[in-house]
């Protein structure tokens, strides 16, 4: 397979972000209509993700009818506390801050030996719970800020991350991710800053995948479009970096999908019972 040059790889993902916010948007408004919903809930980490999430929810629904939540725990650090409220004001959104802390220390009293792993991803389920107890509260729908690179790594807290059932950003790189913060005005001090799950101090995204994500972008597009290791490689990565991104992608399959349901009938959920998302019953 020929290699072009004289083009950067990283140009195979450029996108006409005019057209995907507008795109988004309206995917916003019409998946929460078709589910009965006219407001939504975001909750707000002060990462990029979410403020793209909640920008295009506002622009989707009316800024009135976005309910922003920022979840710190006592660990968070100020720079997140501080962006989530920048991102809201910025886009016109009222903030309610929850501290999760009681939540999260409660279980951990009576949980010997609970790792600072462990603790992030009792953080991240304690900021779900909240989020669709709110959703109850405001019946608003809550809204997913999962990127296509941590879905394709499965670097996501399970059933937590992944939980709200309608996620605007889930076909998009976190290299596309940034570019579109730039177009819809994100200020620059969450676009620019370093990735973080902010489970645990001085923890960074890319320092726990091994990879910068701009060039982890590159290879799982090549990847998984077919093209070789070899092509990959000859376009200026690494076989390491090519068989760490592979190995990620690989290996979490399973928390891409739904329970796996064995099946003892002819009318099994997702297997023959296939009813469409857009199939609606007239009253």
Known sequence: MKIVRGVPAREVLDLDYPRVAEALVRFVREELENRGYEKAVVAVSGGVDSAVTLALAAQALGAQNVHALS???????????????????????ALETVDITPMVE??????????????????????????????????ALPLGTGNKTERLFGYFTWHADDSPPVNPLGDLYKTQVWALAEHLGVPDAIVHKAPTADLEPGQTDEADLGVRYRRADVILEHYLKGYPDEYIV???????????????????????????VALVSSTAIGEFYLRPLDFRLED
């Open 71 to 93: 979840l710190p725990h006592r660990d968070s650090s100020a720079a997140s506390r501080e962006h989530a409220h920048l991102v809201a004001e910025r886009f016109g959104v």
């Open 106 to 139: 409660g279980y951990a009293e009576q949980t010997p030996g609970l790792t600072p792993r462990r603790k992030g991803n009792v953080m991240a389920r304690a900021r779900m719970i909240v989020s669709f107890d709110k959703s109850e509260q405001y019946r």
């Open 234 to 260: 000859g376009l200026g990565y690494t076989p390491e970096e090519v068989a760490l991104v592979k190995r990620r992608v690989n290996r979490t399959h399973y928390k891409r999908h739904l329970p796996a």
